[in-house]
């Protein structure tokens, strides 16, 4: 979809930091609501049951314009993650611009920013990322679960795999932490292992999270699954109907395989802040959204959400 087609409004917001309770914890902050990436599997679509958005998913951006943040050092040490239900680097940035205010708000915070994305437009700002860098601890994370750039077409409207890991290289040889998020993995269908080759000597961590399958979004990926990848239909089943766990648990023990085999950290629902040495991300396993949700990344999980 052409940007110029998406439906835009401007909203007031009370304030543009929120309490998470993700994996990481700390504070959520989203300059937009919607996102025309319209990815097919994207969680964040539950939001339209709050936002009185009739139009489908990617086809509306609501434009924030928030208080400016008066006392940013409140977020000193406090992690910051920029874009957990939109792209804060979505196409319209370059016309509205807004995380780039958010970014200048938060300039001297002393806080731990994450920005998440599937954009090269973070580029833009390569030179702020640089200066905050000096006061604030600063990640890029781009989502990547596929090198089939004709899957990619299928799942999402953003740019293309190359452009990210093009975008991911320069921002780490800028001395900047970088991310490569593994996200979704789509069972059968993303190759972990060619992922993380292509991009392990240009990031400090590897990211894995499992396809979470809920809500309207379900229905719509179990009939791309029967009518492109008819062969993996069964074992889609198995895990999405039925929750059986076994492929990600194999998938667990590959990817703990690969790190041995690279000389990689292996982590279970803990993200450190460090750089590693290039060529040996630390690889951070966040398989299961219902084991994770709340933990503070802490590297414990909520046994008690465990299916079998």
């Not at 052409?2 to 917001?13: F, G, M, P, T, W």
């Not at 804060?88 to 995380?99: F, I, R, S, V």
């Not at 080759?197 to 990211?207: E, I, K, M, P, T």
């Not at 991300?281 to 959204?289: A, G, K, L, Q, S």
Request: aromatic fraction near 10%; glycine fraction near 6%.
């Amino acid at each position: 979809m052409n940007q110029h087609d998406i439906k835009v409004n401007h909203i007031k917001a009370k304030s543009i930091m929120t309490k998470s309770n993700a994996p990481l914890g700390g504070y959520s902050v989203n300059p937009y609501v919607g996102c025309p990436h319209a990815c097919r599997y994207c969680y964040a679509s539950f939001l339209k049951r709050f936002t009185g958005h009739q139009e489908d998913w990617g086809t509306f951006m609501d434009v924030k314009d928030w208080p400016p943040i008066k006392n940013p050092g409140k977020y000193a040490g406090q992690k910051v993650v920029i874009g957990t239900v939109t792209d804060g680097y979505n196409p319209l940035e370059e016309t509205y611009g807004n995380t780039r205010r958010l970014l200048e708000e938060l300039k001297d915070s002393g806080a731990d920013i994450l920005i998440c994305t599937k954009s090269d437009l973070v580029l833009r700002d390569l030179d702020l990322l640089k200066e905050m860098d000096q006061k604030n601890r600063i990640t890029v994370s781009w989502s990547i679960n596929t090198l089939d750039e004709s899957f990619r077409d299928d799942m999402d409207q953003a740019v293309s795999i190359e452009r990210r890991l093009v975008a991911m290289k320069q921002v780490y040889e800028a001395g900047i932490r970088t991310v490569c998020f593994i996200s979704p993995v789509f069972p059968g269908i993303t190759d972990i292992e060619a992922i993380f080759d292509r991009a392990r000597n240009q990031c400090d961590l590897v990211w894995l999270e499992n396809l979470n399958l809920r809500g309207g979004f379900k229905a719509e990926i179990m009939n791309y699954i029967a009518d492109k990848y008819p062969d993996l239909l069964l074992l889609y089943v198995e895990i999405y109907n039925h929750k059986n766990r076994a492929y990600f648990q194999g998938l667990e023990r590959k990817a703990e395989d690969l790190a041995r085999r690279y000389g990689c950290r292996f982590l279970d629902n803990e993200t450190p802040y460090e750089r590693v040495p290039q060529g040996h991300p630390t690889i951070v396993n966040y398989f299961y959204h219902e084991e994770v949700r709340g933990t503070a990344n802490s590297g414990k999980r909520n046994k008690a959400s465990k299916t079998s």
